[in-house]
C-alpha cells in the first residue's frame, strides 16, 4: 500500500472556524490532489500540486486554500468553514501526471 | 472540459453472475487515460483497472475487463462471476494526457453495486 497518511481521520467544528486537514506521503511522488466526496457527486477535485510550491485549482476551490512546502506534505485549509463543506476529504497521489491515483484513507468533517 | 457519466445509480446482482457497469466519456482530446476504483463501505478507494486510449486491446485484472468501445466513448467494467465481496460503490474515472495530466482523475458519480447471495 502507498504510504499517505491523513490527519485527522474525523473532526467536527463549528461554522466560522479555520480549519487545516494535512496529508503526509512517504512515496517521493511529485503529484498531490484533495478531492472531496459527496453524495451523487462522486469524487470532486479541489486543488492539485505538481512540485513544491506548484499548486493549482480544481473544479470546486471556492473557499480552500493549499499549500506544500515539502513534498511529502500537503496541507488543505478552509480559512472560514461552512456548513456546505461537511464532506469526506480525500488525498491522492501520482507518481506521473495522468497516471492512477493513491489515495489516503479519507477525513470526515463536519462543520455545524 | 471532460466529462464521465455512470448512468446506474445502483444495481443488484446475483452472487456469480456477471456484471457490466457502464461508463461512457467525453473528450475531444486524443490521448487520455480510463481507471476503475472500487469503494467498499469500509471507505477507501482501490484501483481496479487502467485503459489508455491508445491501447489496442482491452485491459483485464483478474476477475475484471474493461470493454473499451472507442468509438462509442464507453469504457465498461465487467466483473465475471461476483461475489458478495463485490458489493460496493464503483467509480469510472478518465485523465487527459494534454498537459502532462497533471490536474489527476475527472470522477463519474458512482454506481452502487450490492450482490445478492
Known amino acids: 500500500d502507498a504510504g499517505i497518511t491523513q490527519s485527522p481521520r474525523h473532526k467536527v467544528t463549528e461554522t466560522g472556524t479555520p480549519v487545516t486537514l494535512r496529508c503526509h506521503q512517504t512515496?517521493?511522488?511529485?503529484?498531490m490532489y484533495w478531492y472531496r466526496q459527496d453524495p451523487g457527486h462522486g469524487l470532486r477535485l479541489i486543488h492539485y500540486?505538481?512540485?513544491?510550491?506548484?499548486?493549482d485549482k480544481g473544479e470546486v476551490s471556492d473557499g480552500y486554500s493549499v499549500s506544500r512546502s515539502k513534498t511529502e506534505d500537503f496541507l488543505l485549509t478552509l480559512e472560514s468553514a461552512t456548513s456546505s463543506q461537511t464532506s469526506v476529504y480525500f488525498c491522492?497521489?501520482?507518481?506521473?501526471?495522468?497516471?492512477?491515483?493513491?489515495f489516503g484513507s479519507g477525513t470526515q468533517l463536519s462543520v455545524l | 472540459a471532460q466529462k464521465i457519466t455512470q448512468t446506474q445509480p445502483g444495481m443488484f446482482v446475483q452472487e456469480k453472475e456477471a456484471v457490466t457497469l457502464d461508463c461512457t466519456y467525453d473528450?475531444?482530446?486524443?490521448?487520455?487515460?480510463l481507471f476503475w476504483y472500487k469503494q467498499p463501505s469500509s471507505g477507501e478507494m482501490i484501483f481496479l483497472i487502467y485503459?489508455?486510449?491508445?491501447?489496442?486491446q482491452n485491459a483485464t485484472e483478474g476477475r475484471y475487463s474493461l470493454n473499451f468501445q472507442k468509438a462509442r466513448k464507453s469504457a465498461n467494467l465487467v466483473i465475471s462471476a461476483s461475489q458478495l465481496g463485490d458489493s460496493a460503490m464503483y467509480f469510472c474515472a478518465m485523465s487527459l494526457k494534454a498537459g502532462g495530466g497533471a490536474d489527476g482523475l475527472t470522477f463519474g458519480k458512482g454506481t452502487h453495486l450490492i450482490i445478492q447471495p
Open positions: 473528450t475531444s482530446d486524443p490521448s487520455y487515460g
Open positions: 491522492a497521489i501520482s507518481r506521473q501526471g495522468g497516471e492512477k491515483l493513491f
Open positions: 500540486s505538481y512540485g513544491v510550491k506548484d499548486t
Open positions: 512515496e517521493n511522488h511529485r503529484y
Open positions: 485503459q489508455g486510449s491508445y491501447d489496442q
